[in-house]
């Protein structure tokens, strides 16, 4: 793996989806993450979990930006309350 380089694995098992990263999640990369999510929100996805264990960079300053892919995840919440 590159540094600066985001690996995105997606384990889907009975409509659950687990997103594994690996690399770094900064400003340059999560807009991959927040397409994936995306692209699993609009195919109706239920729920999904993300694994952070393989991560070896987190800038949440970066990444706690409001974007589509967290109103998406908000309202996954709000409808299974």
């Not at 889907?12 to 997103?19: A, K």
């Amino acid at each position: 793996m590159r540094p600066g380089e985001l690996l995105l694995d997606d384990k889907s098992r009975d409509g659950s989806h687990t997103l594994e990263l690996a690399g770094e999640l900064d400003i340059a990369t999560a807009p991959d993450l927040e397409a994936t999510i995306l692209s699993l929100c609009v195919d109706g996805v239920g729920e999904i979990v993300l694994d952070l264990s393989k991560l070896e960079l987190v800038d949440s300053a970066d990444c706690a930006r409001s974007s589509p892919a967290k109103r998406c995840v908000r309202n996954m919440a709000a409808s299974s309350s």
